[in-house]
């Protein structure tokens, strides 16, 4: 079983649409949580943090259920923009100076007109 | 602006060739580093932690020999992979942290072995 999984996709949708993806872990011990984006032959790039609270930023919402070691990411009203691979990453702190990320296999996301 | 800088961003090179790829943290002394691998379609795989001053943690299955690592100053970590071979082409990518901030990536490698 992989550490961090989510569904492949595609997600192909149209622009104006609403899309979720999920993602669950199985270290639960994990610290924090995260999702990044990532374009094609670019790297990773943050989106959002994750937390127990949930939390919203514009169009983008992200909601943890720690007791069921679950994440997932709300697109709102997608653009064309937001095309792109979408990876759900999980953190555990190494020591005082870094935290090593476990990644999981991503989303592709298609938003066509 | 960029916080962690990758060395060079595209390699192509013979078999055999040893390949070495700088990351360095911008403005930040960072004590740990990491390495990571992507394949085409797949995901990052952590392929060993990079601590200043001491030996690289690997992975299972990350060949040490294969892939020298070393730390040498707070701001700098580099990969060599050593005898490369079309198997080893990829996509390399090092991340730090900033103190209080979330980890960055640096621009990543795409090494390709002919």
């Known amino acids: 079983r992989k550490e961090v999984e989510q569904d492949p996709g595609p997600f192909n949708v149209p622009e104006g649409a609403t899309v979720a993806f999920n993602c669950t872990y199985s270290?639960?011990?994990?610290?924090?949580f995260f999702w990044y984006r990532q374009d094609c032959r670019k790297e990773p790039k943050l989106l959002m943090s994750?937390?127990?609270s949930g939390n919203e930023d514009g169009r983008f919402t992200a909601q943890l259920n720690r007791a069921s070691q679950y994440i997932s990411l709300l697109i709102r009203d997608s653009k064309l923009s937001d095309s792109a691979t979408y990876l759900c990453?999980?953190?555990?702190?190494?020591?005082?100076?870094?935290?090593?990320?476990?990644f999981g296999g991503g989303t592709r996301l298609m938003v066509k007109p | 602006g960029a916080v962690v800088s990758q060395h060079p961003s595209w390699v192509i090179c013979k078999s055999g060739t040893s390949v070495k790829i700088e990351c360095r943290s911008l403005?930040?002394?960072?004590?740990?580093m990491f390495w990571y691998r992507q394949f085409p379609k797949q995901s990052l795989m952590l392929m060993a932690t990079?601590?200043?001053?001491?030996?690289?943690?690997?992975e299972q299955g990350v060949e040490k020999d294969k892939f020298l690592i070393n730390h040498a100053s707070l701001t700098l970590s580099t990969l060599t992979v050593t005898s490369a071979h079309p198997e080893d082409s990829s996509f390399y990518i090092c991340?730090?942290?900033?103190?209080?901030?979330?980890?960055?990536f640096g621009d990543g490698t795409r090494l390709s072995i002919l």
């Open positions: 403005d930040f002394q960072a004590t740990t």
């Open positions: 994750v937390y127990s």
């Open positions: 991340s730090a942290r900033p103190r209080n901030q979330p980890q960055h």
């Open positions: 990453v999980v953190s555990l702190q190494v020591n005082n100076a870094g935290n090593m990320l476990t």
């Open positions: 270290n639960s011990a994990s610290q924090s």
């Open positions: 990079s601590n200043e001053g001491s030996k690289a943690t690997y």
